[in-house]
């Protein structure tokens, strides 16, 4: 287990570090806590201390002769600073280092997880917008805030996501370790697009007709992508799990709402990945009324939906990855690959992950497996496995598929021109 350094910034949401500490200490990690001395007037040294079972001090001149500032940065293995002000994003920007966790900052050299957690307004104060960007420029992930009822009566965006959605972050991160020659964010600097659920089509104002789709694989996929740098936007389709850290969420119910959505936010993306089990087919017209059983069987006349995967095709730009999924089942023609290589080639999108139905497997499930079929005709088996894998695995893919574009990765920036020479 890598040792991992949790800042506390002088915030209302320490209160919630109390509860990621306590799951980050039971998932088996060793925790040294580092708040500043402004956390320590919300949450008490011996709290953490307690929870911790390590020494706790925000003070550069304690314990001077074992150099702590310096010690606990290098020997830290992932830094997540939750939650980080905007002062604490600001000295960071700026590499000030006047108390024990800034000096930390600058002498770590692992992954740094920020997650802010402020007032809107503080949020989108340009100086804070430039410190955030000049953070993630430098590869620190910063993490983006939840919208949601912040201190006090208001609501906005600024709120910190939830201990145990930070806990999947951190998880995440660590199971990437030791990562490849890319980083642990090796998404940063890309925009994302993933839609995930499945839609419902009313039949009445208390009926509708929906799927099964739960929503998991989507979300997982959304997660995954936010761990790894990405922006992220999720389109969720009648979901009932709890938002992801990072990801902004946009609730949809029906296939129209969800073309809309998507086809509003994937402009400028760099991949879409529709993971969301869209309705082929809608009731024409539902009823203003609830539907009587003494008025007899009703007739129910359906007509199709758009094809949200063909619109994004149609108007895709050259740079951006566009992945499908279909969940198939073999027939007396042919076997379940196959149908997913035909559909491939009919939507025309430049991924698609098929999987079998049945088994156990796709509907519900926290397992999946798939096959990913690539428009240059290469093919990638996920055995069965998390869905969180599988997620990994797509992004994977994806990532590769934007390199041998001419992506130019903010880590290697050779890496773009390397396809050139
Ligand atoms: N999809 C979509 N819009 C729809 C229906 C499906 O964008 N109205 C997307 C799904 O999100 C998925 C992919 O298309 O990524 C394949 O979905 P699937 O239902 O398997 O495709 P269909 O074209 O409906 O194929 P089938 O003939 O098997 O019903």
New binding site residues.
Partial sequence: MPRIVLGVAGGIAAYKACDLLRLLTEAGHHVRVVPTAAALQFVGAPTWAALSGQPVTADLMADVHEVPHVRIGQQAELVVIAPTTANLLAKAAHGLADDLLTNVLLTARCPVIMVPAMHTEMWEHPATVQNVATLRGRGVLVVEPAVGRLTGADSGKGRMPEPSQILEIVEQVVARRPVDTWGSFDLRGRHVVV?AGG?REPLDPVRFLGNRSSGRQGYALAAAAAARGAVVDLVAANVDLPDPAGVIVTVVET?AQ??DA?LARSVGADAV????????FRPSGSADHKLKKGDGAPTVVLE?????????VAAKPDHQVV??????TGDSRVGWLE?GRE?LE??G?DL??VNEVGDGLAFGTDDNAAVVLSRDGSETEIPRGPKRELAHVVWGIVRDQWLADGWVHPAHPESGQAEHH
């Fill in positions: 839609s839609t296939a969800l073309k998507v990945v529709m993971a969301a089990a869209v309705a082929d199709p939906t758009d094809d949200v995967l063909s619109a994004l992945v499908g999924f279909a969940a198939e149908h559909k009919r939507k999108a698609l992950v």
